[in-house]
Every structure is written in C-alpha cells, then in structure tokens.
C-alpha cells in the first residue's frame, strides 16, 4: 500500500471515534488564529484532531522486501469548560482513540501491523485568551514493500 492510503484509512478510524470533532489529514497552517478556529471548530466550539507523517525510515527486510514505518504525529485541541470537566471527556477520547486503533492493528489491510497508539503528552494551553486541552500522540504504521 502507499502512504497516501494508509492515511486515508487513518483519518476513517479517526471519524469513527464519537465526539471526535473534526479531522484534518494534513498539518493545517494560517497566521490568524480566527482563520484556524474555524478550521477546528465543530458545533459551535474547537475539537480537532491534526494528524501528519513526521518520519519513514525503511530496513532490508528478507528478500525481495522492504519494511517501512510510517510514523504519523497526531495533534489534539479541544477547548475547555471547568465547569462541565472536560478535562475527563478530553482524557476519554484519547482512550477511546487508543482503544479504536488497537482494535485495527491492520488498518483495515492497509498495512502489515500497527503499533499501540503512544500518548506522548497530553497539557492546557492559553490560546488568545482561552484555554485548550491539547494532546500529542504517536501512530507507526508498518508497510511491507515488494521490490525487484
């Protein structure tokens, strides 16, 4: 499979997870933080998940095979409300997504094997005077790769 269909069928498993939000398959960038609140807002508030390949390295593996590891970083932000403990509903839906990718350790056919889902830090940010929950996790995909 190639990395374009790999990360088609990451951003399927992502939308399947409830209260996801909204899923960008690619870094999104802008210099205004109002152009970008719109891009991550879904119902009124902010809840996305950004998710992009950061690394591929490939091995030799037994002839004629190639062993790649698609490494995809996969960034969260959801805005938070003390009062209604999102925090909780935050830290559910980094289970939930952890649970969901554990369940597709193929991706659907799409790859050899999934790695578990690593959670690499989960913290608030103070973004133009709000506050966000933000997470950061890592999803390696391996793909097996014929040559001649």
């Known amino acids: 499979m ?43 508030t902010v809840s996305a998940v950004t998710f992009y390949r950061v690394a591929c390295p490939a091995d030799r593996d037994t002839m004629p095979t190639i062993l790649r590891r ?11 409300d003390d009062a209604a403990a999102t925090e909780k509903t935050f830290q559910a839906l980094l289970d939930a997504v952890f649970e969901v990718f554990k369940a597709n350790q193929t991706l659907g056919g799409t790859c050899q094997n999934v790695d578990p889902l690593q959670v690499d830090a989960i913290d608030t940010e ?21 040559y001649t």
């Not at 399947?16 to 939000?21: F, N, P």
């Not at 870094?27 to 152009?35: E, G, K, L, M, N």
């Not at 698609?70 to 938070?80: A, N, P, Q, V």
């Not at 890592?138 to 790769?145: A, F, G």
Request: proline residues 0%.
């Open 70 to 80: 698609h490494s995809f970083k996969l960034d969260f932000l959801r805005e938070l």
């Open 2 to 44: 190639s990395e374009a269909t790999i990360r088609a069928q990451i951003k399927t498993v992502l939308e399947s997870v409830s209260g996801i939000g909204i899923v960008h398959d690619y870094r999104r960038h802008s210099r205004s933080w109002a152009t970008l609140k719109a891009l991550f807002a879904s119902a009124g």
């Open 126 to 146: 103070d973004i133009e005077q709000t506050l966000y929950h933000v997470a950061s996790c890592t999803l390696v995909c391996h793909e097996r790769i014929l």
